[in-house]
């Protein structure tokens, strides 16, 4: 490199050096307020915020043509990686080290040793040989059956999630009671997290269908019937025998009267017209105490207002419950979302219109922004806004996005407004309740909707107020808290949030990549898990990489490649979440073969390079 390229580089290192020192002065009186075990983190923090202010890629070329660190792996410690830069640069001009072996020696290695402390402390320790612990979602089920708990320890399981959306605190209290028991037979420690839903925002009622049910055979592909259809027959009011398992399609729950039921035998034979006017005949295959098996050939569409037949006696079914109505949407149909919480009643012709769960969501909807549906798998914008003459608002969308023959929308799924700004506290009234139960009896808190930086305050507030109300108030202060990352406000706010989480000395974030994908589009997905993740680790604050890890071997049993590859990439993150599945234990085993193989082999963005048997 000649003489003037390198005094420029030099010029734009002092230059990238004086504005991280400037802005650090800037943000003195934040950093002043974190917790003393995060004082490093918050100062690298704001250091890493002005750096990615810069485009350092002019910088980034300069240095490697003279061997001196790209700055790819800046995150733990900024401005020491920067100085030794300079450092490099200054022994290539023949000039005196700018800095001290003191100011830039041990500052990587120091940073690592803070990230991993806070992760220990948060999280508890790894296994032997790993750098990621595994989180795994609880069922229902954890509450009853301590032997499923027992076989999540065993696999690999170092943390456990409970959803405070589902069930209720007696559950959760025998769940969180199964965990501690598995984990000291294991002679580990297995930390419980729990996660507060914060306010959700979701369609509102459908009015129910018509009270019909079906009964249907299943064929082949030439239509010959493999497994009959079937009625399972129960008198009017008693309760319901178990379900015995059968092959094909389950057994149309019916109930008819007492006395024509008691006339049943095995062989019986049952006719009815159904309300296609098509003729079906059912034979009794099966006597239960309470419960008849009718088997038929043919598919049958069966209400409560439908006549059994037997023997010349005759019985009207009851006990079919009404069916789930949906809107159907395409691209180009119009949707009316409103505040009124009169249940939706499809009807061809009209406009269909849908209630939503928060009033408060409606009317924040300002034309123009996009309304996302279920996951987003309808995306709509908001073209008008008005007021009926009830009172309500009403925000008309047009379908942009749905499938190619169109996509049901039920009743209670969620809605996503990326664009919106809304007036809502981060935690709501239930929110806080169980953020008490998770302060006596958990010891992590997962929070969900925060979206700057006083969501955050709300929070930590909220949690000083039930520490001075409790009769352990520094478990309570103690407790970890997560933060999860899940929408635009959040990525785009990360750095004054992570700064404003600092005030907690045990803090985490958690990246719900299934959230962020529905309101960023997943252009963006390749990208914006990775620059959280960065931005943390400047922080150093440990992270969380949730949402579809080994989803389909939970599931199925079989995991797909392209996610054994996504699970490497969660394994940088100092936990993995895994949800739930009925092969979620095989799935908790394999991720625990791959966190201990890369554990040996990587640390965060960084590749260690471990001895490759296979090559000698």
């Not at 914006?528 to 389909?552: D, F, S």
Request: charged share 25%; with cysteine.
């Amino acid at each position: 490199m000649d003489e003037s390229r390198l005094q420029e580089l030099i010029t734009k290192v002092d230059r990238l050096i004086v504005d991280l020192n400037e802005d650090a002065k800037l943000h003195g009186e934040a950093i002043a307020r974190v917790a003393d075990t995060h004082r490093d983190g918050a100062l690298n923090l704001v250091h890493y915020a002005a750096l990615r202010q810069h485009d350092i890629r002019p910088i980034q070329g300069g240095l490697s043509s003279v061997g001196a660190t790209r700055l790819t792996t800046t995150e733990p410690s900024v401005l020491p990686r920067l100085q030794a830069a300079r450092n490099v640069l200054s022994a290539y001009a023949g000039e005196e080290l700018k800095y001290t072996s003191s100011e830039v020696g041990t500052a990587f290695a120091q940073a690592d040793d803070i990230l991993e402390q806070h992760a220990d402390t948060l999280l508890g320790e790894t296994l032997e040989e790993t750098s990621s612990r595994i989180m795994v979602t609880l069922p229902s089920e954890a509450a009853t059956d301590l032997e499923l708990v027992r076989g999540f320890v065993d696999a690999g399981m170092e943390l456990a999630r409970l959803n405070c959306a589902h069930d209720g605190p007696d559950a959760w209290e025998q769940m969180i009671a199964n965990v501690r028991v598995a984990a000291s037979e294991a002679g580990r420690e297995v930390k419980v997290a729990m996660d507060l839903a914060g306010p959700k925002v979701r369609t509102g009622a459908i009015v129910p269908g018509p009270e019909v049910g079906r009964a249907r055979v299943t064929r082949t592909e030439t239509g010959l019937v493999t497994t009959p259809a079937k009625l399972w027959i129960t008198p009017t009011g008693a309760e319901s025998p178990q379900m015995p398992v059968l092959a094909g399609r389950p057994a149309l729950p019916v109930q008819v009267d007492e006395e024509w039921f008691n006339a049943l035998e095995v062989g019986s034979e049952i006719t009815l017209v159904d309300n296609r006017d098509a003729k079906r005949t059912f034979t009794v295959t099966m006597l239960v105490d309470g419960a008849a098996l009718a088997e038929g050939q043919r598919n049958a569409y069966i209400s409560n207002s439908t006549l059994l037949q037997h023997e010349w006696r005759k019985a009207r079914v009851s006990g079919i419950p009404a069916t789930e109505q949906k809107l159907r949407l395409h691209v180009g149909d119009r949707l009316i979302l409103t505040d009124d919480p009169a249940p939706a009643a499809p009807a061809p012709g009209w406009t269909p219109r849908i209630s939503c769960t928060l009033a408060e969501a409606v009317t924040s909807i300002d034309t123009g922004q996009r309304v996302l549906f279920d996951d987003g798998s309808i995306g709509a914008r908001a073209v008008d806004k008005h007021r009926t003459d009830e009172g309500f608002t009403e925000v008309a969308l047009d379908i942009d996005y749905a499938g190619a023959n169109g996509t049901n929308l039920a009743a209670y799924k969620g809605i996503n407004l990326p664009d919106t700004d809304l007036p809502l506290p981060s935690l709501s009234a239930e929110d806080i309740d169980a953020l008490r139960f998770v302060a006596r009896h958990g010891d992590i808190a997962n929070v969900s909707f925060i979206r700057n930086p006083a969501d955050v305050a709300f929070l930590l507030d909220t949690l000083e107020s039930i520490a001075q109300e409790s009769e352990d108030p520094e478990r309570v202060r103690n407790l970890g808290i997560v933060l999860k990352i899940e929408t635009i406000p959040a990525f785009e706010n990360l750095a004054l949030i992570l700064l404003e989480g600092l005030r907690h000395a045990n803090l985490g974030i958690m990246i719900a990549r299934g959230d962020l994908a529905v309101e960023l589009g997943f252009d963006r997905m390749a990208e914006v898990p990775r620059l959280i993740a960065q931005m943390a680790e400047a922080a150093h604050v440990p992270t969380i990489m949730a949402t579809q890890v080994l989803e389909n071997l939970a599931k199925s049993g079989l995991p797909s490649r392209a996610e054994i590859t996504d699970a490497a990439y969660a394994l940088r993150s100092e936990a993995v979440m895994l949800n739930k599945g009925p092969h979620i234990t095989d799935a908790i085993r394999v991720l625990n073969v791959l966190s201990t193989k890369l554990g040996r082999s990587q640390r965060k963005n960084r590749q260690l390079l471990r001895k490759i048997g296979s090559w000698s």
